[in-house]
C-alpha cells in the first residue's frame, strides 16, 4: 500500500501545506490529533468502474467546492444556496515516487468531457453523460468528480480533498497574506477583489477573492483564472518556505483546525496516522521541481463558450501515468528526437497577423517581427475576440514555416487549421509587449501554460475591466 498525500484548499500547494502543517502539529498531542480526525467529513473514493493507470507516484485530486450552503450562504442568492455543489476549481497534485518532482496540473471547469457513470454517495445512480467537468461532482460527490479525472487523465487517484472557501480565507489569515501581483489596478464586482497595480498582499476575503475572480484577469475566461490560481499558490508556498511558518505551532494549530473544518477526503485519507507518513515527503522537495501548469484546451466544436481538450493534452496525461515532471528539458527532448529533415522553407506563403491581445498595435508590431524574418506576404488585422495564449496556425503543407515564424517569438503553441491559406499568428493576451515571449529555460510538456514555483509572475488584468 503506497502513501497518500494530502492538499488543501481551491489549489493544490495549499492542501500540500496543510498536510505537512498537520504532520508537524502531530507531535503537540494526542488531543489535537483526535480533534482533527473528528473535524474530517468523508467521501467515497471513486463511485464509478473506472480506476485508470497506476502511476507509481501518489496522486491526490484537490477539489475547490462553490457551494454556497451553511456558511457559505453569503456568497451568491437564494438559487445559490438551493443549488448543488460545484467543483469549482480542480487539481490533480501528483508526488513523485522518489520524491524529487511535484506536478500540480489545473482543469478548467468549462472543460466538456465524458462523466462515467457513477453511483453517488446519495444512493442514486447516474448514468454517463457529456458534459462539463465541474458538474461530476453533483453526480453524488466527490467520487464522482475522481472518476471522471481518472477518465480525462488515465491516472489511477489514490485520494481527493474537497475544500470549501473558509478553509482559503483561514489559511490565508493565519499566514498573515500572499503577496500578488498585477499589471493594473482590478475592481472586479463579481468576485469582490479590489487590489491596485503592482504588488499587493491579500488575506481573508480578499485572498479567496482572488481565487475566485473571474472576470478579473486576461480575458475573462476561467484559464485566465487559472494562471492567477497558480501564481498565488506559488507565492504562497514561497513564502511559507523562506518565513519559517511550518515551524510556528501556534500557526500551525490554527491552521489544521480550519482545514480540517471546512474540508472533506476520502475515507484512508480521513486516518491522521496516514497524514504522518506523507507529510515528511514534502519537506525536501526544491521549489523550481514544483510545476504548476493548465491541461492544454481549444473551444469546443459544438460551443465556442466551452473547452475540449487539444491533442497536446495525450503528451500531459501520459507524463503522468509514467510519474515524470511536467517540465521538460528542451536539450534533452533535442538529444532524444530524430534529426528532422532539411526543409526549404517558403516564404512567399500568406501570414496574417490578427491582434486579439487587447492592447492596440501589436497585429502591426508582430508583422514587423515576421517581415524581419524575411516572409514577403505578411498582413496585420485586428481581432474581435480576445485569446489567452498565443498560437500559431497553418494550413496543410506549412507547418514547417509556421514552427519557423512560431520560434522568432517564443510562441509555443503551433497547430492545424482548416479553411485558412496559409499561416495565422494570433497574438494574445499573454503577449502584449514586446518582440517575443520571455522564453523558458525548461517547457510544460505539451506546451501547456505554467509556471514552477519558483517564479515570481505578475498577472494581466482583464481587458474587460
Not at 476549481?89 to 511535484?102: C, F, G, T
Not at 462523466?115 to 453526480?139: F, R, T, W
Not at 494562471?227 to 511559507?240: C, D, G, N
Request: hydrophobic fraction near 40%.
Amino acid at each position: 500500500m503506497r502513501n497518500r498525500v494530502v492538499k488543501s484548499a481551491r489549489n493544490k500547494w495549499i492542501a500540500m501545506c496543510m498536510a505537512l502543517c498537520m504532520v508537524i502539529v502531530l507531535g503537540f498531542g494526542y488531543a489535537i490529533t483526535m480533534r482533527w480526525q473528528s473535524n474530517l467529513h468523508t467521501g467515497t473514493l471513486n463511485s464509478s468502474d473506472y480506476n485508470g493507470i497506476e502511476s507509481g507516484a501518489l496522486d491526490i485530486l484537490i477539489i475547490g467546492s462553490d457551494t454556497r450552503q451553511g456558511a457559505n450562504g453569503d456568497y451568491g442568492d437564494e438559487n445559490d444556496r438551493a443549488s448543488a455543489a460545484r467543483s469549482d476549481v480542480m487539481m490533480l497534485l501528483q508526488i513523485s515516487k522518489d520524491k524529487k518532482n511535484v506536478n500540480v496540473l489545473s482543469i478548467p471547469r468549462d472543460l466538456i468531457v465524458t462523466i462515467p457513470k457513477c453511483h453517488g454517495d446519495d444512493g442514486v445512480d447516474y448514468p454517463e453523460e457529456e458534459n462539463m467537468i465541474n458538474e461530476s461532482l453533483s453526480h453524488g460527490g466527490p467520487g464522482c468528480t475522481v472518476a471522471t479525472v481518472s477518465k480525462l487523465t488515465g491516472v489511477q487517484i489514490d485520494h481527493f480533498m474537497l475544500v470549501d472557501f473558509n478553509a482559503v480565507k483561514a489559511l490565508s489569515n493565519v499566514v498573515g497574506g500572499v503577496e500578488v501581483c498585477v499589471d493594473e489596478a482590478i475592481d472586479d464586482p463579481s468576485s469582490g477583489l479590489d487590489i491596485p497595480a503592482g504588488t499587493s498582499s491579500v488575506q481573508g476575503e480578499q485572498a479567496l477573492a482572488f481565487l475566485r475572480s473571474r472576470h478579473g484577469f486576461g480575458d475573462g475566461s476561467d484559464i485566465g483564472r487559472i494562471q492567477a490560481q497558480q501564481s498565488f499558490l506559488a507565492s504562497l508556498l514561497r513564502k511559507v518556505k523562506a518565513e519559517g511558518t511550518l515551524s510556528n505551532p501556534g500557526k500551525l494549530i490554527n491552521i489544521a483546525n480550519a482545514v480540517t473544518e471546512n474540508t472533506t477526503v476520502d475515507k484512508d485519507l480521513a486516518n491522521v496516522s496516514t497524514l504522518v507518513s506523507v507529510g515528511s515527503t514534502l519537506s525536501g522537495v526544491d521549489l523550481k521541481n514544483v510545476v504548476f501548469a493548465t491541461v492544454p484546451t481549444e473551444p469546443w466544436v459544438q460551443d465556442a463558450n466551452r473547452l475540449q481538450v487539444t491533442k497536446d493534452a495525450d503528451a500531459v496525461f501520459k507524463r503522468l501515468q509514467d510519474d515524470k515532471s511536467l517540465k521538460v528539458d528542451p536539450a534533452e527532448e533535442a538529444a532524444a528526437a530524430p534529426a528532422a529533415p532539411a526543409v526549404t522553407l517558403d516564404k512567399s506563403v500568406a501570414v496574417t497577423v490578427t491582434n486579439a491581445s487587447g492592447v492596440s498595435g501589436r497585429a502591426q508590431a508582430i508583422s514587423s517581427v515576421v517581415s524581419n524574418a524575411g516572409y514577403e506576404n505578411v498582413t496585420p488585422m485586428n481581432g474581435v475576440e480576445l485569446i489567452a495564449k498565443s498560437t500559431v496556425f497553418y494550413a496543410d503543407g506549412y507547418e514547417a514555416e509556421a514552427r519557423d515564424i512560431a520560434a522568432k517569438m517564443n510562441i509555443t503553441n503551433v497547430l492545424p487549421l482548416q479553411g485558412i491559406a496559409g499561416v495565422a499568428v494570433t497574438v494574445g493576451t499573454d503577449f502584449t509587449e514586446g518582440e517575443a515571449l520571455p522564453k523558458q529555460e525548461a517547457e510544460i510538456a505539451g506546451s501547456a501554460s505554467g509556471q514552477t514555483a519558483d517564479q515570481v509572475k505578475c498577472q494581466h488584468a482583464s481587458i474587460f475591466g
